[in-house]
């Protein structure tokens, strides 16, 4: 691996590492102000609105400019979602409902920079590392991701923590704080961007160039969709295309399952809750971990087990002792990252040889956080309807089950229709191949 690929993973880990943290805090902060318990969807769901309504334009941004000062620029943005976050108590005082909307547009402004983000952060990827090495970088990519969401999640929970509460409130400076101690947190979080930003500035560029890219709203918007047609048209960009839009919107909702479940079925605080979402994320690292041993042409084998963590997140409603909570979280995290880091290796593999490496991420997350919008808005239905948490996770379970065996079912239809579209994913040209669109 080059020196450059691991500025970037650190970079990526402490970027990611603040935008969970910070998710934690945001519906700390909610709670506190006595916000419904919808929010806590909302939240998510305006973060993947904006990689949907901007999904035309950042991959052009991303070609546009080296993908280390994109990155410091998204950053950047971030960073500004963070510190409107904090001031929405000094902006909003006494005005419950117009604060909570300041930090949901807060955490849209976040969303923002993360959707113009990805794009940079996965094309650089693929500008630093050859096609043989995709899987094996992507495995150190997610794995090292995940662990940030890990530790995202659990910094989120021990600085709203009762405990980290009462030592910050030790300090005069943190006593206007009092009565809205998530504040503190969104203080901390903010610095871990800054040390984001800070390591952006070190990526050397790869002096990849691309074409000159348009800036006409219309033409980009054409543009992407026909991008968009191009990856779902190629008969091995669909089948990686659909998993790992199936996988993102099931991970969004799970992040929210974990936490009411947390609450409602064993009783525990918000704190503690987002702790249950790093035991998750532990067995995310193991099974990229594996997945990393998978080379790119065997990739397609992993589908089975998207099934099987389907049905094996139904074993959340039967688990009580913590020994069974941590253990079926585990596997389900183990499956999910076993099976979607091969598969999102392949599909950005497709996009590079059919796009190139910012449109065809863009096109990626589109599809993806277009699929997180219909599945926390069916989860946010669902908990506004009053359904037990343990009803939610049978329907989830289920849905995601059968959507990926409906994935294989069309996959294999594919392989025997179409035999030289898959004879070529071990191809490492670049070239653009149009021969089965």
Not at 288 to 296: D, G, K, N, T, V
């Amino acid at each position: 691996m080059k020196k450059g690929f691991f500025t970037v993973m650190v970079a990526q880990a402490l970027s990611s590492l603040a935008d969970n943290a910070l998710f934690i805090a945001a519906i700390a902060l909610i709670h506190q102000l006595s916000g419904p318990a919808w929010l806590d969807a909302l939240l998510k769901w305006s973060f993947a609105a904006s990689y949907v309504i901007l999904a035309a334009f950042v991959g052009a941004f991303a070609d546009s400019f080296p993908k280390g000062r994109v990155m410091f620029v998204t950053n950047a943005i971030k960073i500004t979602g963070c510190l409107l976050m904090f001031l929405s108590g000094t902006i909003a005082s006494h005005h419950t409902e117009l604060q909570t909307t300041i930090i949901c547009l807060a955490y849209t402004l976040v969303g923002i920079g993360a959707a113009a983000y990805s794009p940079a952060k996965y094309g650089i990827v693929t500008e630093l590392l050859p096609p043989k090495d995709l899987v094996k970088g992507n495995g150190w990519i997610e794995g090292l991701t995940v662990l940030s969401i890990i530790l995202g999640f659990v910094l989120g929970g021990v600085l709203i923590s009762q405990g980290a509460t009462q030592w910050f409130l030790q300090f005069d400076i943190f006593q206007p704080f009092k009565e809205t101690p998530a504040e503190i947190a969104i203080i901390l979080i903010g610095f871990i961007y800054i040390a984001a930003a800070i390591c952006n500035l070190l990526i050397p560029s790869t002096n990849y160039k691309y074409p000159k890219q348009p800036t006409n709203p219309i033409v980009l918007t054409k543009t992407f969709a026909r991008y968009v047609m191009i990856l779902w048209k190629d008969k091995v960009g669909q089948i990686s295309l659909a998993v790992t839009t199936l996988f993102w919107g099931a991970g969004a909702v799970i992040q929210l399952v974990v936490l009411k479940w947390g609450t409602d079925h064993l009783g525990l605080d918000v704190a503690s809750s987002s702790y249950l979402m790093g035991i998750a994320a532990i067995g995310t690292i193991l099974g990229s971990i594996l997945a990393s041993r998978i080379p790119l042409e065997k990739a397609l084998c992993v589908l089975p087990v998207g099934v099987i963590m389907g049905l094996s997140v139904m074993l959340m409603v039967i688990v009580k002792e913590n020994w069974a909570v941590y253990a079926v979280l585990i596997l389900v995290g183990a499956l999910s990252g076993l099976f979607v880091v091969p598969m999102n290796a392949l599909l950005q593999h497709r996009g590079h040889v059919l796009l190139s490496a910012g449109h065809s991420i863009a096109v990626q997350n589109f599809n993806e956080q277009l699929n997180i919008l219909i599945m926390v808005l069916v989860y946010g239905i669902m908990v506004s309807l009053d359904l037990h948490i343990n009803t939610i996770i049978i329907i989830f379970g289920c849905i995601v089950a059968t959507l990926m065996y409906i994935v294989i079912v069309f996959s294999k239809k594919n392989q025997r229709k179409y035999p030289e579209a898959f004879a070529e994913i071990g191809d490492t040209g670049h070239g653009k191949s149009q021969s089965y669109h």
